[in-house]
């Protein structure tokens, strides 16, 4: 089976940075995906590690490494606007890939 | 317009109630999933599909039936409501090969 496990909160001030990390147990393993959902919105896609290493996007990036079962998303230069949780999602590397999520980050934000 | 909509954005149903919830899209994807989103559980896995003749169990498809009536549409049904059906529930698509997905505005639903 699948499961990924997340810190259930983060908090952090403006300006700052912030990692969330995300570790998973999993019998066949595709990659690692995160999504953002602010309060009351639908989780929307920000990033995806097929292989190792750092993908960055803005001032956000994504870490993978496949051996130890591990990944974090970096959030950098942290705005108000940051504040929702964050989930990472892993697709199965069998059949159909379908898309498991992890138990999500809430990231609170202060001024 | 959405690319995936879903309806009703709220329900609110009576135990033992027969409920359907509906998903349109129209990306053209293939895929479709039902997730169900509870506090501090994150997002779980009700059923997914493949194409219109191929679905599939998720982690926790016990209580609940899908319809893939066409490439575009995906409907949940909730045979018999019960409270603990209370949840979040997001459809989703994304394309054969594709990582990422998108998603609804979510159908908030609650059974007393």
């Known amino acids: 089976g699948q499961s990924l496990e997340q810190p259930s909160e983060v908090t952090a001030v403006e300006g700052a940075i912030v990692q969330i990390n995300c570790t998973y147990q999993?019998?066949?393993?595709?990659?690692l995906s995160w999504y953002q959902q602010h309060d009351g919105g639908a989780p929307t896609f920000l990033s995806y590690?097929?292989?190792?290493g750092l993908e960055e996007t803005g001032r956000f990036s994504s870490f993978l490494s496949r051996s130890d079962s591990y990944g974090y998303l970096l959030l950098q230069e942290l705005q108000m606007k940051d504040s929702a949780s964050y989930f990472c999602?892993?697709?199965?590397?069998?059949?159909?890939?379908?898309?498991?999520f992890g138990t999500g980050t809430r990231l609170l934000v202060s001024p | 317009d959405a690319d995936v909509t879903q309806t009703p954005r709220n329900r609110i149903t009576k135990t033992g109630k027969r409920i359907m919830l509906e998903c349109s899209q129209t990306k053209g994807h293939d895929r479709m999933y039902w997730y169900r989103q509870d506090p501090g559980l994150g997002l779980r896995l009700i059923y997914y599909?493949?194409?219109?003749?191929?679905?599939n169990k998720g982690e926790i498809s016990d209580g609940y039936s899908v319809s893939r009536q066409a490439q575009a549409k995906f409907s949940l049904s909730l045979e018999s409501a019960i409270p603990n059906q209370t949840a979040l529930y997001f459809c989703a698509t994304s394309e054969s090969g594709n990582t990422e997905a998108f998603f609804g505005q979510g159908t908030r639903l609650t059974v007393v």
């Open positions: 590690n097929a292989l190792d």
């Open positions: 999993t019998s066949g393993f595709y990659g």
């Open positions: 599909s493949f194409d219109v003749k191929d679905i």
């Open positions: 999602a892993g697709r199965s590397d069998t059949g159909f890939q379908k898309l498991v």
